[in-house]
T-cell receptor, first 116, second 113 residues
Framework: GAVVSQHPSWVICKSGTSVKIECRSL??????MFWYRQFPKQSLMLMAT?????????EQGVEKDKFLINHASLTLSTLTVTSAHPEDSSFYIC????????????FGPGTRLTVL | DQQVKQNSPSLSVQEGRISILNCDYT??????FLWYKKYPAEGPTFLIS?????DKNEDGRFTVFLNKSAKHLSLHIVPSQPGDSAVYFC????????????FGTGTRLQVTL
């Protein structure tokens, strides 16, 4: 199956700093990638849809200026958590759909963010 | 508003028996459904999917049933194995719009020896 990677897998940062998370589709080109957030024992919540070459589409309640998304190429999308605070601590997961199968998404392994 | 619900947060099944995980949805525009398996601190892994034009899809030990009139789907795992122990999420999407998955809340399956 298609492979999606994320980097880093785990990051700890101080409150007020910014953290960048990368999502890469390794063996296919993805015009659309998705960013999810999961709180402990809860469902995956879609944060935004990342479109290559254009602005991301954010879900209601997600702060655009807080969670900056850049989809610079067909294989890379980045999520930057700006001025992170402890409440931003969570598990962030990206996914991408192969170009011929929009109904299926392949997920990255996730990034655990802890803000002190 | 939780459009996809998994009302059983956990399920325990003996090895070799059948595991049945249930999922209900409210949005009648959903026409494609997927099941994912997830381990802690990992991304979800795709298991099986079903289109609304079908009522059953089978792949090895996994079978998904869809009852559109009841807005209900279920995942059957037969026979259950200890390696199946994980959290299972159902997800739905409206293929007429963007490919945005709406996830259920998950069911933790534990397969005991």
């Amino acid at each position: 199956g298609a492979v999606v990677s994320q980097h880093p897998s785990w990051v700890i940062c101080k409150s007020g700093t910014s953290v960048k998370i990368e999502c890469r589709s390794l063996d296919f080109q993805a015009t659309t990638m998705f960013w999810y957030r999961q709180f402990p024992k809860q469902s995956l919540m879609l944060m935004a849809t990342s479109n290559e070459g254009s602005k991301a589409t954010y879900e209601q309640g997600v702060e655009k200026d807080k969670f900056l998304i850049n989809h610079a190429s067909l294989t890379l999308s980045t999520l930057t958590v700006t001025s992170a605070h402890p409440e931003d601590s969570s598990f962030y997961i990206c996914s991408a759909s192969p170009p011929r199968d929009f109904n299926e998404q392949f997920f990255g392994p996730g990034t655990r963010l802890t803000v002190l | 508003d939780q459009q996809v619900k998994q009302n059983s947060p956990s399920l325990s099944v003996q090895e070799g028996r059948i595991s049945i995980l249930n999922c209900d949805y409210t949005n009648s525009m959903f026409d494609y459904f997927l099941w994912y398996k997830k381990y802690p601190a990992e991304g979800p892994t795709f298991l099986i999917s079903i289109s609304s034009i079908k009522d059953k899809n089978e792949d090895g030990r996994f079978t998904v049933f869809l009852n559109k009139s009841a807005k209900h789907l279920s995942l059957h795992i037969v026979p259950s194995q200890p390696g199946d122990s994980a959290v299972y999420f159902c997800a739905a999407l409206d293929t007429g719009t963007a490919s945005k998955l709406t996830f259920g809340t998950g069911t933790r399956l534990q397969v005991t020896l």
